[in-house]
């Protein structure tokens, strides 16, 4: 099956006032239709970036892509095309990590759907005609039952609404242009634990009804088991392992991913800390960026940079010495 | 409960605090009961969890402890001395022995000051101790946070991220405090630096025979660190009692769906079965009687006339009069059958 998102050797560098950070390194990712797929890995490690990268809201001056594609549903997101534009907005939606940010204070909550619709719906140009606004209203009326919100919301004002309300109509906003792929970025970071499980929980039955891929973003990792099929865990600009989700938590072979997940408090044994600290974005380490931290670490390691290789269907790892499956131990 | 020879070292005794809401020429028009009739003790060297959705008083409730807040109602006992009651003020010696740690402890440093110099500051307001003394204290305490002596003479922006944390935290450590209320000491932290945290608060916990009160919305910190839990809904207390039986057996049906709501790595998909619907209502206009019914799955119609307290059970105290209809006929509905939205 080909990817609907399909990144691949793709490069990038901020340059900054002392000199050029390398923040993403050869990232190949790609997502299929209709599968959920969760980029994790703490701040920093250049999730954010890549979603910029693919929404084509990179700062213009300072980023600098080295080499590689961005493609999606076959169209170059890089090159800056008429093809991407109308991408964006219509084959591919962004959810955001603050919804309050990205509405419009001063419009009520009807006035910015409509619009949104009016420019970005699929058929959208000929919705100045009477029989084409009222299939317009019928799909938004359809959405927010869909999302569970009252049809009262349309005539409020975004304070109005609460948290939860206003991330229900962003996830109502992404999914009216009947988009292929959806891009949330955090979604749930700024809410509580009972609203989290019903904006995942709507996200995901969304998603899945519809046949919608999503992109999402996160350093929660029981929000990313929560909700997709695969995942892809990011180390400093590097992706490490991809895996299902299953083979994920239950099978990592990366030591970063091992680690990681040690790292989560649980019930009955304390979370085991990963000694050192994420490395200075100007100077990565040669190699695997993750070296100075490994407790694997070998010469090779910061000669060579381990390429992504499979080790069993559909679980892919980046390192010179992974874990055998069945091994336990976390901390060397 | 048994005849004791000394009192328990944190009593909160039917503590409230409510906010006044002004509209037009400053009119008192509504009041925010942010925390309403809430008690309970704590034994000195335990971790008290509290857990709870934003607006459930959480903070309010540490504020007020710390004498941040004036209570409206109620009082709070400090080894049986009363340090907050309306109208009291409270004594410096007080101040001292009860410390409030932010979320960022090292934003709290000043930066035009040297972290010697933060950290002496406290032990010249609290104490008149020579310079000497006091040097001596804060070479012993930055030695317990793992900071090295040189950095006393550094500005906060030359050290890192994790250090200034520490700094923070010694800044607070120099008075020897007995109670230490920490507000969302994980919130917005990656995981594995979320670790390096808890481990050092856990490390000096011992080292200093403190009592911590921890205020998180993350429940598998709680879960991880506290001896105790207590959940708050809307101002109130729900359920409070030993970790394990909180989370192992939890009584309250808002206990019950919060920890349904947490996802945790190898469990199930909660998403496919979860069941609390909507969202809590509007803190000024809170229902009588239980402040959960509107959402609640057991409500009956005398849970809104009933004045709802906790009821222990060794030591584990629920506030629903109904909890043990939970599993009599009263299986959560399967997915798909939602009940309607509730539409505000």
Redesign the interface.
Known sequence: MTALLDIGEFSLSFRTASGTAPVLERIDLAVRPGEIVGLVGESGCGKTTIIRSILGTLPERTALIEGGHIRVDGVDMLGGGKAAQSMRGRGLTFVPQDPFASFNPLFRVGTQIRDLLRWRAAGAKNARSGSSRQIVEAAISAMLDAVQLPQSILAKYPHELSGGQRQRVMIAMAMLPQPRLIIADEPTTALDVILQAQILSLLRRLAVERGVSVLFATHDLAAAWEICDRIAVMYAGQIVEIGPREAFFDASRHPYTRMLLASLPEPGRNSEVIPGGVPNPLKPPAGCRFNPRCPKVTAICSEARPTLAAIASDHLVACHHPWPANAQATHA | MLERSHPPLLEVDRLSRHFPVRGFLGRRVATLRALDDVSFTMEDGEVLGIVG??GSGKSTLGKTLMGIHAPTAGEVRLGGTRIAAPGLRRAASVRARLQYVYQDPGASLDPRWTLRRSLHEPLRIHTNWSRDRREAKVQEIVAAVDLPRTHLDLYPHEI?G?QLRRAGLARILVLNPQLVILDEPTAGL???????I??LL?ELRREFSLTYIVIS?D???V???SDRVAVMYLGRIVEIGPT?EV?GGPRHPYTR??L????????P????S?L??G?PPDPLQLPWGCRFRTRCRLAMPECGGLAVQLDYEAGHGVACPRWRQWDMGHRPAPPGSEAP?P??
């Open positions: 959705e934003t890192s994790g990656d995981v594995s630096v979320q670790a390096a808890l481990a856990r919305h429940l598998a910190v879960r991880s660190f394990a989370f769906s919060l349904a709501a947490a996802p945790r790595v190898g469990g998909r909660v998403t496919e979860f609390l619907l969202e939205w539409h505000r």
